[in-house]
C-alpha cells in the first residue's frame, strides 16, 4: 500500500510541476507570439493563452498559419474561407487548452497531431472527392486537444463571446 500512496504522490507531483512550468512557457509564449488574425488574411497567427479566442476567416486563398492555445481555447471557423488550390496547412499547440475548428462539410482535413490529448473529426463520415480541398493539421497536444466539425453550436458561440466580452477583447465574431 505504501508503495501505491507514494506512486500517486510522485505523479501528483510530476503533474504540478508540469502545469507550473507550462504555465510559465505561455507567459512567455504570450509576450512572443503576435497574432495575425484579420478575417480576410491568407495565413493567420492565433493565440489563445490564458483567454479565449473567437475566430472566423473570410480569406479568398487560405493556407493556413499556426493556432496556439495555452490554458486557453475557442472557436476557430473556417466556413467563409476559400481554401488555396494547393490546400492549407494549420500548425496546432495546445498546452492545457483547445479549439473547436469548423471547416465546410466539402474540406477533407487530414491530422498529424501528437502527444497527450489529440484532435477528433466530428463530422460524419463520407468520401470525399480526391480533389476536394485540403487542410491538414500538424502540431502537439499536451493535456488539451481540438474538435473538427462542420457546425458550431449556438451556446458555445454565446459562450465564447460572453468570455471575451468580460476580458473586452476584440475577434471576428463567428456565428452558428
Known sequence: MKTIGRAIAVLAG??????????????AAKRRIIPLDDPDADEVHLAAIFEPLSFRSRAG??????LDAWYGGGIV????ATIDPAGAHLQVKAIFGGAQVVVPDAWEVVSNVRGIGGIGD?????????????????????????????????EAVRGVEEAIA???????????
Open 14 to 27: 510530476v503533474m504540478m510541476l508540469t502545469s507550473m512550468v507550462a504555465a510559465l512557457a505561455a507567459t
Open 61 to 66: 486563398s487560405f493556407r493556413g498559419g499556426t
Open 77 to 80: 471557423d473556417l466556413r467563409d
Open 166 to 176: 468580460k476580458r473586452g477583447r476584440r475577434s471576428a465574431p463567428v456565428e452558428g
Open 122 to 154: 466530428g463530422r460524419p463520415d463520407r468520401d470525399r472527392p480526391t480533389d476536394a480541398p485540403r487542410l491538414t493539421i500538424d502540431g502537439v497536444v499536451v493535456f488539451g486537444g481540438f474538435g473538427v466539425t462542420s457546425e458550431v453550436p449556438e
